[in-house]
């Protein structure tokens, strides 16, 4: 059970591919994949920052528009 815990994060492991702990695929031992390909690695971090950075303000213009069409009816 200590393999699963911290998969994801493993110094000990070369790989980068790792068979999953749970279901059927391979993650992605993020600590080798940051090492070998930092440019990479930190490009990937900052779009998936941004991504979820713009769906919030998506859903909060969403709501404040649903919020001030409720008040003006």
């Not at 994060?9 to 940051?34: S, T």
């Amino acid at each position: 059970m200590e393999e699963a815990e911290e998969p994801l994060l493993n110094p000990d492991d070369d790989r980068i591919f790792i068979p999953r702990a749970f279901g059927v695929g391979w993650d992605i031992n993020l600590y080798r994949f940051r090492e070998r390909y930092p440019a990479l690695f930190y490009t990937a971090l900052g779009l998936t920052i941004l991504v979820q950075v713009t769906r919030c303000v998506v859903y909060i213009r969403m709501f404040l528009r649903k919020r001030r069409s409720a008040e003006a009816s």
